[in-house]
């Protein structure tokens, strides 16, 4: 149990384009997603955190006009990259977190990498 | 900023060997969580310790936390080429939010 996946695994786009990606909980209701991403070889640095029927609280030097996130349902978060530069360029990882846990687990998506030329 | 620091940042090991791997934090913690990510994929839930624990087991894994000292290890005994990945320590400040170090790449060697 306890199953996230992501969509897409891989995406190219061209710069200036959006992207949008999708985190879904496959057999439980995620009350709270979270969105991170991670540079080659570094470790993942938390974005943003959402709840489903809120707005996302975004993390320090994160920009929510261009990383949106929507949790419109208790199995769906999605990101969507806005305007999208090289610099975007990661792979983006999403976890969910449902009330059984206590709080304290999170199960995470399997990541997608995002090329921008 | 990153709350966790792993040591070593890389290990190479022959099949069969333990190995440790540490973790340092900074403030004061929830709870603390070891991931494992293989090459390019997502992480993988290892290990909770709480706050108020000092050692846990779970299979050839073993993890102790020391509060005292902001310190936890993460020890893989009779280690096999598939436990091959980089291994993650994240810290649970409050509300669950995690901060994950800069984690340790472990090899395996057959």
């Known amino acids: 149990g306890a199953v996230v996946s992501q969509h897409p695994s891989w995406v190219i786009c061209k710069s200036g384009t959006s992207v949008k990606i999708e985190c879904r909980s496959l057999d439980f209701q995620a009350t709270t997603m979270f969105w991170y991403r991670q540079f080659p070889k570094q470790s993942l640095m938390l974005m943003a955190t959402?709840?489903?029927?809120?707005?996302?609280?975004?993390e320090q030097g994160v920009e929510k006009d261009k990383f949106l996130i929507n949790h419109a349902s208790l199995t769906l978060s999605t990101l969507t990259v806005t305007s999208a530069h090289p610099e975007d360029s990661s792979f983006y990882i999403c976890s969910a977190r449902g009330d059984w846990t206590g709080g304290y687990e999170q199960y995470f998506g399997p990541g997608t990498r995002l090329t921008v030329t | 900023s990153q709350q966790g620091e792993e040591d070593p940042q890389a290990l190479s090991i022959q099949e069969g060997e333990n190995a440790t791997m540490n973790c340092s934090y900074k403030?004061?913690?929830?709870?603390l969580q070891w991931y494992r990510q293989n090459s390019g994929r997502g992480l993988v839930h290892l290990i909770l310790?709480?706050?108020?624990?000092r050692e846990k087991h779970s299979g050839r894994l073993r993890v102790t936390l020391d509060t005292s000292k902001k310190s936890s290890s993460l020890l893989i005994t009779a280690s096999r080429a598939a436990d091959t990945a980089s291994y993650f320590c994240a810290t649970d400040l409050s509300q669950g939010n995690l901060i994950f170090g800069k984690g340790t790449k472990l090899s395996v060697k057959p």
């Open positions: 959402s709840n489903e029927g809120s707005k996302a609280t975004y």
């Open positions: 310790i709480r706050s108020n624990e």
């Open positions: 403030t004061s913690i929830n709870n």
